[in-house]
């Protein structure tokens, strides 16, 4: 495993560290933005990198806190980049909502402050809801006697990623919270910023979610990274102790703290958010085992690693 340097310069993995990664671990979870492609364009060597983990039986999983498409909605961008792809291979942030809602015997309805992958995922699950995209041109006019109504059966209120947030959807929400009793607060995740494009970051959910934490002072239930729900969701059917499971990602405060937090073996992809001065400032606490330039940088050990399987 990588170690820390006194000068704070943690080396990327020799073709040594990378059998021995391969060696070691039976299932990779892959975060997809800055992992597996970046904006609408699939990382160089990715579908090869891929296909050599399944000829050695490795299990992938594909995990984002992306929570506008659904876990179909994913599969299309999957296939579109040319990656072949399963719905039971993919978690998104959208269908972890659902699913951790759905684990609790929700009967109410949710509120959404979101895209339609969120619900999508309510749909699938049989749970009733409104807002989302149909909020989108909702306006407040704060005239002289301003009254908003809500609906008191609303019993949790779900943001995600949402491109058309307004001061409507944010105080329809803030009332849900406040004043239905026992109204939950739920988050997709709370990620600072996105890769929406290939060409910048953008404010991430953090910020959408930031607004309800300030008018209602209700900290969330995080249901994606780096919230252990969705590894429960997929270790629990695999079988697998933890260190057999590897957490790929770009993000150290998301997708490597993910892993840790679940006794993980972890990996980060210098081809996303974090770049090696971030990783090396003394103020960064969170190490990964390994730390490859990109997912692809695997297939140096290719010919090695398939005699081994």
Not at 66 to 87: D, E, I, Q, W
Request: glycine letters at 10%; one cysteine or more; a negative charge.
């Amino acid at each position: 495993m990588v170690s820390v340097q006194a000068s704070r310069s943690i080396p990327k993995a020799t073709d040594a560290q990378k059998l021995e990664l391969l060696s070691k671990v039976k299932c990779f979870i892959f975060d997809c933005d800055g992992v597996i492609w970046l904006g609408d364009k699939v990382i160089d060597g990715v579908p090869e990198t891929l296909d050599m983990l399944r000829s050695m039986g490795k299990k992938c999983f594909f995990v984002t806190n992306n929570s506008t498409k659904s876990r179909a909605g994913y599969m299309s961008k999957f296939r579109s980049l040319g990656l072949n792809v399963s719905a039971e291979e993919i978690y998104s942030s959208s269908y972890a909502a659902a699913a951790y809602l759905e684990s609790i015997n929700f009967k109410k309805k949710v509120y959404v402050i979101g895209e339609v992958g969120i619900q999508e995922e309510l749909d699938m699950k049989g749970i009733r809801h409104l807002g989302g995209p149909g909020d989108a041109d909702k306006r407040v006019t704060l005239k002289s006697g301003e009254f908003m109504e809500h609906d008191p059966e609303v019993g949790a209120v779900v943001v995600g990623f949402d491109r058309n947030i307004n001061y409507y959807k944010i105080q329809y929400a803030t009332l849900c919270i406040r004043e239905n009793p026992g109204c939950m607060f739920i988050a997709t995740n709370r990620d600072a910023v996105t890769h929406l494009t290939d060409a910048q970051e953008w404010a991430g959910n953090g910020s959408m979610v930031g607004a309800i934490v300030g008018s209602t002072k209700r900290e969330p239930t995080v249901v994606g990274k780096p919230s252990g729900f969705m590894l429960e969701n997929i270790s629990a059917s695999l079988g697998l102790k933890p260190d057999q499971i590897c957490m790929v990602g770009d993000r150290l405060d998301t997708d490597i703290m993910f892993g840790k937090n679940g006794g993980l073996t972890t990996s980060l992809v210098l081809s996303g958010v974090t770049t090696e001065e971030v990783l090396n400032h003394p103020d960064n606490k969170v190490i990964p085992d390994f730390v490859l330039p990109a997912l692809p940088d695997l297939l140096t050990v290719k010919e090695k690693a398939m005699v081994a399987a």
